[in-house]
C-alpha cells in the first residue's frame, strides 16, 4: 500500500539505508557494499551528475560488466532523474553506435576491464573521440548528443573524463541541490531504457518508468515472500532486468544480493557456500545444469537454500527438484517489456504446478489468451498468444513508434508474442515462443515440448531444438544436445531415444553435439544455432 509519490527507486535505497545500514546490499566475491554504504556512493555520483550539468530526462549510458559501481551508477540516475540505458556488456561497434544515437546518449560510463576493455572498444566504434580538447565538451559527428564519456578505470586516451575528475570535489552539487533535484523526479517518468535481443533486427529499448519497475520488484518481494534473512545468489548481467529486478526486490526488506563479474560457477559454489545464500537465481537451464553437476556442491548439506528460481520445460524442473529436494523451486513468466517478470509460481503451490506452470500473474497484473489468426479469447486451457495488461508494462520502445503499435493495442494489452495458456485457476503455463513453432510437414511443433522429453535422457544435460529447411517436409527437427561431463552419446542413440515415445515427425532428424551454446546476455540464440547448421550442414 504505497502512494503513488513514493514509487521512487530513490526511496526504495534511502528507506533501506535507514533501516539496515549495516546490512550488506551488494556481496561480490572480493568486495561488498552495505545499504549505507550503497546510498552514500549513489548520491555522490547524483551530486557529480548534476554538477557537471546533467538535467531531469536526459540519457546516461552504462557500458560494464558487474561491478559495485554499476548499482551505485543506476541509483545515482534515479536519485537526479536522468534516464539509464543499461548496454548489453557484448555489444560491439555496430550495436553500441546504434545504441549511442538511437537512445540520444548525453553521457556514457565505460568500464576498462583488463578481461572486458569496453572504454577501447567504444573508442573503436567512435574513433574521433580520440580528436577532442580536452575539458570541452565532446564534438562527435557521428554521435551529435554525446557530450562525455566517463572511463570507470584508467584508461590513457583523449576524449575520456576520468573517474576520479567526475567526482572531484569541486564538481559536486551540494546535498541541498541534490535533495532539491530528487523532489522534482517523478514517479511515472521514463526511468530506465533497457535492451531487448533482436533476432532480426538490431537491438530494441524498452522504455520503463521508476513506477513500473518499482511496483514489479514490490510484487516479486510479495509473491516470494523475501525478508531481512534473505541472501540471493544472482550473477546475471546488470544491463538485464533478471539481475535488476530480483536485487531491488530484495531491498524491500534489507536482504543481501551475491553478485559476480560475470558467471563463474566455481566462485559462484563458493559464494553459496559460505553466505549460505538461501535463494538462488540461476534463471537459464544452461546456468542451472553446470551449477547442480559442480564436484563441489555439496547438496546434502545445503538446507539452507529455500528458493531457487528456473525457467525451463516441466521436465527440466522436475528433474531440478529430483537432484536438490531440499529446496523449493519456483519459476517464472517475464520479459523486459513487462518490467522483467509477470508472474512467479508461488512457494506454497504443489511440486506438480511449480513445474507445469509460471503461477499466477502478480496481484493487480491481467493476462489473456488470443487466437493469434482471429483474435477470439480462448478458453480455459486451450493455446494461443499471451496479452498482458497492467502497472508493469512498458511505455514503449523508444523512437519507435510503429513498433510499439504493433506491441501494445488501445486497450493497452502487450501482445508478448508468446505461446500460451490458462489454467481453471488463472495460472499462465507457456508453450514456448510463437515464431518458434515448427511447421514440420504441415504438421505445428513445439520446440520445448521436443527439449522436454530430450532432457529425460541421463546423458543429456541441456537440449535446445530448432527447424532446419528440408526439401519434402519444408522443415524438419535439429537438436543441439550438450552432454553431462564423462557421458558419451551417439546420433543415433538420441533417435532411439525418441522413436516410439513422442510422434515420428517430431523426431529429431539431426542431432548436434556441442559444449558451449551462443548465448545473448542470458539465453541460448536458436537463431546461432539455426544459422550454425545452415552453414555446416555436414
Known amino acids: 500500500n504505497v502512494p503513488d509519490a513514493d514509487y521512487l527507486l530513490s526511496n526504495l535505497l534511502l528507506n533501506a539505508a535507514e533501516k539496515y545500514p549495516d546490512r550488506p546490499a551488494l556481496i561480490f566475491p572480493d568486495s561488498q557494499l552495505s545499504y549505507s554504504e550503497l546510498a552514500a556512493l549513489s548520491q555522490s555520483y547524483a551530486r ?37 540505458v543499461l548496454l548489453n556488456a557484448r555489444f560491439r561497434v555496430q550495436e553500441m553506435r546504434h545504441a549511442t544515437t538511437h537512445c540520444d546518449l548525453k553521457w556514457i560510463f565505460v568500464g576498462q576491464n583488463e578481461g572486458v576493455p569496453h572504454a577501447a572498444r567504444y573508442l573503436e566504434a567512435y574513433p574521433t573521440l580520440a580528436d577532442a580538447p580536452s575539458g570541452q565538451p565532446l564534438a562527435v559527428p557521428a554521435a551529435p548528443n554525446l557530450e562525455c564519456a566517463v572511463a570507470l578505470d584508467a ?9 576520479t575528475d567526475f567526482l572531484a570535489e569541486e564538481t559536486l552539487a551540494t546535498p541541498d541541490q541534490l535533495d532539491a533535484r530528487r523532489k522534482e523526479v517523478i514517479a511515472s517518468e521514463l526511468a530506465l531504457i533497457m535492451f531487448t535481443s533482436g533476432t532480426t533486427s538490431l537491438p530494441k529499448g524498452c522504455m520503463l518508468t521508476q513506477e513500473s519497475v518499482f511496483r514489479t520488484s514490490l510484487a516479486m518481494r510479495n509473491r516470494l515472500s523475501l525478508t531481512i534473512k534473505d541472501c540471493m545468489w544472482d550473477p546475471l548481467p546488470m544491463f538485464h532486468m533478471a539481475s535488476i529486478l530480483p536485487l531491488l526486490s530484495l531491498f524491500h526488506d534489507g536482504g543481501s544480493c551475491l553478485t559476480d563479474d560475470k558467471v563463474d560457477i566455481d566462485r559462484a559454489v563458493e559464494q553459496i557456500q559460505k553466505h549460505r545464500a538461501t535463494f538462488l537465481y540461476p534463471a537459464f537451464p544452461a546456468i542451472m545444469a553446470e551449477l547442480v553437476n559442480h564436484p563441489d556442491l555439496k547438496l546434502d548439506e545445503m ?69 493469434p489468426d482471429t483474435g477470439r479469447i480462448c478458453k480455459t486451457d486451450e493455446q494461443g498468444e499471451l496479452y498482458v495488461r497492467g502497472f508493469l508494462v512498458f511505455e514503449g520502445y523508444y523512437k519507435q513508434p510503429d513498433e510499439t503499435a504493433k ?57 535446445q531444438v530448432v527447424g ?71
Open 155 to 163: 584508461f590513457e586516451s583523449p576524449g575520456f573524463l576520468a573517474f
Open 407 to 463: 506491441a501494445i493495442d488501445d486497450q493497452g494489452w502487450f501482445h508478448t508474442g508468446d505461446l500460451g495458456s490458462l489454467d481453471t485457476k488463472g495460472r499462465i503455463r507457456f508453450h514456448g515462443r510463437i515464431k518458434d513453432v515448427l511447421k514440420v510437414g504441415g504438421e505445428n511443433v513445439s520446440p520445448l515440448e521436443i527439449e522436454a522429453w530430450l532432457s529425460t535422457h541421463p546423458d543429456v544435460m541441456v537440449a
Open 303 to 371: 538446507d539452507y537454500v529455500r528458493l531457487i528460481n528456473n525457467v525451463g520445460s516441466a521436465q527440466a524442473l522436475r528433474e531440478n527438484m529430483r537432484v536438490w529436494p531440499s529446496a523449493t523451486h519456483i519459476s517464472a513468466f517475464g520479459m523486459t517489456e513487462l518490467s522483467g517478470i509477470g508472474s512467479h509460481t508461488d512457494p506454497a503451490d504443489s511440486p506438480q504446478i511449480r513445474a507445469e506452470t509460471c503461477g499466477k500473474p502478480y496481484e493487480g497484473v491481467e493476462v489473456q489468451v488470443v487466437e
Open 48 to 84: 557529480a551528475m548534476i554538477g557537471h550539468g546533467l538535467k531531469r530526462g536526459e540519457h546516461v549510458g552504462i557500458l560494464a560488466i558487474n561491478r559495485p559501481e554499476y548499482i551505485a551508477l543506476l541509483f545515482a540516475c534515479m536519485f537526479c532523474g536522468t534516464v539509464a
Open 468 to 538: 532446419v529447411p528440408d526439401a519434402r517436409l519444408d522443415e524438419v527437427v535439429a537438436a543441439f544436445i550438450q552432454l553431462r561431463p564423462g557421458a558419451t552419446l551417439s546420433d543415433k542413440e538420441v533417435i532411439d531415444y525418441c522413436e516410439g515415445q513422442i510422434a515420428s515427425f517430431k523426431v529429431p532428424r539431426v542431432v548436434r553435439f556441442l559444449n558451449e551454446w551462443p548465448m545473448s546476455a542470458t539465453k541460448i540464440q536458436k537463431s546461432v544455432l539455426r544459422e550454425q547448421f545452415l552453414t555446416k550442414p555436414a
